[in-house]
C-alpha cells in the first residue's frame, strides 16, 4: 500500500527565507498528522549546517516518522557548461542530503523555460545532466524523480518541461532503474494538459506523487500564462486548494495508479490556509488509498 508523507508548502517563505520558523516547529506540526513521513526541502535555511542533517532524521524517526523524499530544484538548461556543472554538484551534494536523512527519493527537474532556448537544446540539455548524476544516485540507492513541474518557489521563469508533450520527451529520453516520475494532477491544468490524458502516458514510470489541487483566485488561466515570466516563484493568483475540493479526480488518479502497481509516495502539498485545511486533505487522502490500496 502507498504511503503518506506532507510538505511544508504553506511555510516555504519561513522556513527557506525569513527564518521565521525553525525545521524543528514544522515537525512538531506535521508528526501530529496522521501521516507517515515527512518531504524535506533541501532549502530550509538550518539545512546549510550539516551537523543538522542527522539531528533531523533522528527528531523525525523518534516521532515514528521517516523522510522519504527531497524535493529540490535543478536547472539544468543553462546556457552556460560551467553553470550546468554547478548545478550538477548541487544536486549530488542533494542526494547526499537525502541519503543522510535515511531517504530514497530526491526530485530532479528539467530547468528553467529560457525564452531563447529550443525544445530539442532544453531536453538534450536537462538529459545529460541527468544522466551525470545518476551513477551517484544508485550507489546511495537513491531514485532521482523528476516531477511535472510549474515553477519553483524562486525561480524567474517556468519550468521547460512544463507541458506535456516536452515532459514525456524528456522522460522517454532517460532510462535508468534509479529514475522515474514524481506525478503532480495540478501541474497539467497549469501546463493546459489533461492530468489523466499525461497519467495514462506515463503511468508506468510513476515511482511518488505529489497530492494537491489548485485554483485561481481570480482570472483564467490565460491570465496566468501571461504573468510567468514577470516575477520570481509562484504567480500571485494561484493558489493552493484543499484537496478533494478542487478540478482533480483522484478516483480516476488512484484506479490508474492501482491497475500499474504503484506502491511508492504520496506526498501532499496542501495547507496554505492553515494546519486544519491540511488535516482534512491528510483525511481525505487516507479515504481514498483505504478505497483503491484495501
Keep these: 500500500m502507498p504511503r503518506l508523507a506532507a510538505f511544508p508548502k504553506a ?8 527564518g521565521s520558523m525553525k525545521v524543528a516547529e514544522w515537525i512538531d506540526l506535521a508528526c501530529d498528522l496522521d501521516i507517515d513521513g515527512l518531504e524535506w526541502y533541501a532549502g530550509f535555511l538550518e539545512m546549510q549546517d550539516q551537523k543538522n542533517w542527522e539531528k533531523f532524521r533522528r527528531q523525525v524517526e523518534d516521532r515514528g516518522k521517516v523522510i522519504p523524499m527531497m524535493c529540490c530544484s535543478p536547472d539544468f538548461t543553462h546556457p552556460d557548461k560551467a553553470f550546468r556543472e554547478n548545478e550538477i554538484q ?10 543522510a536523512l535515511g531517504g530514497s527519493y530526491c526530485r530532479v527537474l528539467s530547468g528553467q523555460r529560457r525564452p531563447e532556448l529550443t525544445i530539442e537544446e532544453g531536453i538534450t540539455l536537462a538529459a545529460a545532466c541527468i544522466e551525470a548524476c545518476l551513477p551517484f544516485a544508485q550507489e546511495r540507492s537513491i ?11 524562486f525561480w524567474r521563469y517556468p519550468e521547460f518541461a512544463q507541458k506535456k508533450e516536452v515532459f514525456c520527451a524528456l522522460v522517454d529520453k532517460v532510462h535508468h532503474p534509479n529514475f522515474g516520475v514524481n506525478y503532480d494532477p495540478s501541474n497539467a491544468y497549469l501546463a493546459g494538459d ?9 503511468s ?3 515511482v511518488t506523487m505529489h497530492a494537491s489541487d489548485r485554483y485561481l483566485l481570480e482570472g483564467t488561466l490565460e ?3 501571461r504573468e510567468e515570466y514577470d516575477a520570481a516563484g509562484y504567480a500571485k493568483r494561484l493558489c493552493h486548494g484543499e484537496i478533494g475540493k ?9 484506479a490508474e495508479l492501482r491497475r500499474v502497481g504503484f506502491d511508492g509516495w504520496i506526498s501532499i502539498e496542501d495547507g496554505v490556509d492553515g494546519m486544519e485545511q491540511l488535516r482534512r486533505s491528510v483525511a481525505f487522502l487516507r479515504k481514498k488509498m483505504r478505497e483503491y490500496w484495501p
Design 11 to 18: 511555510f516555504m517563505q519561513a522556513l527557506c527565507k525569513d
Design 90 to 99: 548541487k544536486q549530488k551534494d542533494w542526494i547526499e542530503m537525502t541519503h
Design 143 to 153: 531514485t532521482l524523480i523528476i516531477e511535472n513541474h510549474y515553477k519553483d518557489d
Design 194 to 202: 489533461d492530468p489523466l490524458d499525461l497519467l495514462y502516458r506515463i
Design 204 to 206: 508506468g514510470r510513476v
Design 223 to 225: 491570465d496566468l500564462r
Design 246 to 254: 478542487g478540478l482533480n479526480d483522484y478516483d480516476a488518479i488512484f
